[in-house]
């Protein structure tokens, strides 16, 4: 994809996962690549696998994590072409029994750091054109079961996006929805979750997000099937409710094996 040959390229979230990924293909094409995340472990095996990447420490969960990248990037770069914000965090449970008492530092890392560091971009390059790619969910279109407090978080991110478009001011702004990815991602969310259905690899995620992001495309959908079955929702209305019957199932089967 030459549309990626040589640009300066940000991507958070980048020690595993789709991140992780995202780097691995788009090293074939550019060597400009800021790697973020919050694991030093994770950032070295980065820089061991690929070593001429430069890779930041950063949490995003907090406040001033944006503030570290974005230092870095005014001391380093004249402009950055295309920021992949996919820094994301999952969280499990019983709407009534999840850790509440985390809700500003997972709202934090999934919805205000993606947006702040977007519109930070933005306006620190202002003259150069940026491609602002967040990492969203299918969840943000179809609730799951469990997923109260994470599927809030991508829901908000949505609803943002939709509102920008609304104003036409967001023509630099893309949205990716994947399904459920066969990572570590979800694991950390639960002990044994279960997996929803359908699952892709985060090699086909990452490969639509760049194929989608050259295009400048607004929203991004890895899985056709998911795609599809929104389609279908329109008309066969039982589609939705049997889907969320079937993960609702999984997650009551879950409850009970965790408080056996």
Same mark, same amino acid.
């Given at each position: 994809?030459?549309?990626?040959?040589?640009?300066?390229?940000?991507?958070?979230?980048?020690?595993?996962?789709?991140?992780?990924? =995202?780097? +691995? $293909?788009?090293? $074939? $094409?550019?060597?400009?690549?800021?790697?973020?995340?919050?694991?030093?472990?994770?950032?070295?095996?980065?820089?061991?696998?690929?070593?001429? @990447?430069?890779?930041?420490?950063?949490?995003?969960? #907090?406040?001033?994590?944006?503030?570290?990248?974005?230092?870095? !990037?005014?001391?380093?770069?004249?402009?950055?072409? /295309?920021? %992949?914000?996919?820094?994301?965090?999952?969280?499990?449970?019983?709407?009534?029994?999840?850790?509440?008492?985390?809700?500003? +530092?997972?709202?934090?890392?999934?919805?205000?750091?993606?947006?702040? @560091?977007? @519109?930070?971009?933005?306006?620190?390059?202002?003259?150069?054109? =940026?491609?602002? !790619?967040?990492?969203?969910?299918?969840?943000?279109?179809?609730? /799951?079961?469990?997923?109260?407090?994470?599927?809030?978080?991508?829901?908000?991110?949505?609803?943002?996006?939709?509102?920008?478009?609304?104003?036409?001011?967001?023509?630099?702004?893309?949205?990716?929805?994947?399904?459920?990815?066969?990572?570590? *991602?979800?694991?950390?969310?639960?002990?044994?979750?279960?997996?929803?259905?359908?699952?892709?690899?985060?090699?086909?995620?990452?490969?639509?997000? #760049?194929?989608?992001?050259?295009?400048?495309?607004?929203?991004?959908?890895?899985?056709?099937?998911?795609?599809?079955?929104?389609?279908?929702? +329109? *008309?066969?209305?039982?589609? $939705?409710?049997?889907?969320?019957?079937?993960?609702?199932?999984? %997650?009551?089967?879950?409850?009970?094996?965790?408080?056996?």
């Amino acid at each position: 994809m030459n549309s990626f040959k040589d640009a300066q390229v940000i991507v958070t979230g980048a020690g595993s996962g789709i991140g992780l990924e =995202l780097v +691995r $293909q788009l090293y $074939q $094409q550019t060597q400009k690549i800021l790697a973020v995340d919050y694991l030093p472990e994770a950032l070295e095996s980065l820089q061991s696998e690929f070593p001429n @990447l430069v890779t930041l420490n950063a949490d995003l969960s #907090l406040k001033e994590g944006n503030g570290t990248i974005l230092a870095w !990037v005014s001391t380093h770069w004249t402009h950055v072409d /295309i920021c %992949f914000a996919n820094a994301g965090k999952a969280a499990y449970g019983a709407a009534s029994q999840q850790n509440w008492e985390e809700m500003d +530092r997972l709202f934090q890392l999934n919805v205000h750091s993606p947006i702040q @560091l977007g @519109l930070a971009l933005k306006q620190a390059f202002s003259d150069h054109s =940026l491609r602002h !790619v967040i990492t969203c969910s299918a969840i943000a279109h179809w609730a /799951i079961p469990g997923y109260s407090l994470y599927g809030s978080t991508k829901a908000a991110i949505l609803q943002w996006a939709e509102s920008l478009w609304a104003e036409r001011a967001g023509d630099w702004l893309t949205l990716v929805f994947p399904i459920a990815t066969a990572t570590s *991602f979800f694991d950390a969310a639960g002990t044994n979750i279960p997996k929803a259905f359908p699952i892709q690899t985060p090699q086909e995620v990452a490969a639509a997000m #760049l194929a989608g992001a050259a295009k400048g495309k607004k929203k991004i959908f890895p899985s056709i099937l998911f795609r599809s079955l929104l389609f279908l929702n +329109r *008309f066969l209305f039982f589609v $939705q409710p049997l889907a969320q019957y079937l993960e609702y199932n999984k %997650f009551k089967n879950w409850q009970s094996k965790s408080t056996s």
